[in-house]
């Protein structure tokens, strides 16, 4: 059985170790989630903007 | 048909389809949870081994663990750059529009691994070296090679006009690629507090292959991670470049249907 807190401190390069890999770590989290609201922003604009011509072309139609 | 003219046709056909922003688009739609996959398994099994199986270092102790991090940013570091040049090239001189998408989406990847591989170096030098930084050749130039990813990014939003934006974005990489040689000799060419070529060295890796293993399997997983990030950035940049186009505007209708 393996002692955590002993993993954890990382022969007394705690800070240094897990500072580093978190940071590698959001960074990339960071980069996809930002990818991915992107993507779904980019779409949904285009489809108001989709909707909203048809809207226009519609009401064009009704006057 | 013989196995050359094969692959040869298999490649040509693969850059005419890649070349198109729309097959692009579809193919990417396949490629990227691939790379995801991959870069996730990847980099769990390389963190399982570095921080879990492999021995602490007899001089550094602990502390050396920053490698599994460090090193693959770095190299990303260069390979990132090494792409955009190569990119920004095929674009010019191929006038092939999706290279400009894959320079200027893999900019801000490369400087996001340039700052990781700066500050993870800082951490570590700290207590080996004693100081968190010096101005030695390889930590100022790869200091500038961070420079140089905010300008390639900088001119390209710097003009209004896309195609004027990525001649000038094109251009500045292609030039700026130098750097890369520079950063990589740089051990060599000037006394450095940094140590010289451990993986890629003379004679084979100087490092058992308990801490070379996933040292190497986090490497693969940071490229994994890079390709993964690209194509979503990519596939981004694509639908906001053709939006007015017919295909994307179908897409975007498909997704409302389905959605709502």
């Given at each position: ?35 991915r ?27 | ?108 990847l ?8 700066l500050?993870?170096?800082s951490?570590w030098g ?19 090679l ?32 130098v ?25 084979g ?24 990030a ?31």
């Open positions: 059985m393996m002692n955590w807190g002993e993993f954890f401190n990382m022969g007394g390069y705690a800070f240094h170790v897990w500072t580093s890999w978190g940071l590698s770590l959001a960074s990339m989290i960071t980069i996809v989630i930002l990818g609201r992107k993507n779904a922003k980019i779409k949904a604009q285009l489809a108001n903007q989709i909707r909203r011509e048809a809207k226009i072309n519609s009401d064009n139609q009704e006057q | 048909m013989n196995p050359v003219s094969a692959t040869w046709n298999f490649l040509y056909k693969t850059y005419h389809r890649l070349a198109s922003p729309r097959e692009f688009y579809t193919i990417a739609q396949y490629t990227t949870p691939v790379f995801g996959v991959l870069a996730f398994v990847l980099l769990l099994c390389g963190a399982y081994l570095g921080l879990f199986k492999a021995p602490a270092d007899y001089q550094q102790g602990d502390s050396f663990r920053i490698i599994y991090v460090h090193v693959p940013a770095a190299w990303l570091s260069l390979m990132v750059y090494v792409t955009i040049a190569t990119a920004a090239a095929i674009g010019l001189i191929w006038r092939m529009k999706m290279a400009f998408v894959v320079a200027i989406c893999s900019a801000p490369g400087a996001t691994f340039t700052a990781l591989a500050i993870t170096g951490i700290k207590p080996i070296w004693g100081t968190w930084w010096t101005w030695d050749a390889r930590l100022t130039s790869e200091l500038i961070l420079f140089l990813y905010f300008g390639v990014i900088a001119t390209y939003y710097a003009f209004e006009e896309r195609k004027t934006a990525e001649k000038a974005m094109a251009m500045l990489a292609v030039v700026g690629v750097i890369v040689p520079i950063i990589h000799y740089s051990v060599e060419w000037w006394s450095s507090l940094h140590q010289g070529a451990t993986v890629f060295a003379e004679g890796p100087r490092m058992p292959a308990d801490m070379l293993t996933p040292l190497i399997l986090m490497i693969f997983g940071f490229m994994f991670f890079y390709g993964y690209l194509f979503i950035a990519a596939q981004n940049m694509v639908l906001n470049n053709e939006r007015k186009s017919k295909w994307v505007r179908e897409l975007v209708t498909v997704n409302i249907n389905t959605t709502h």
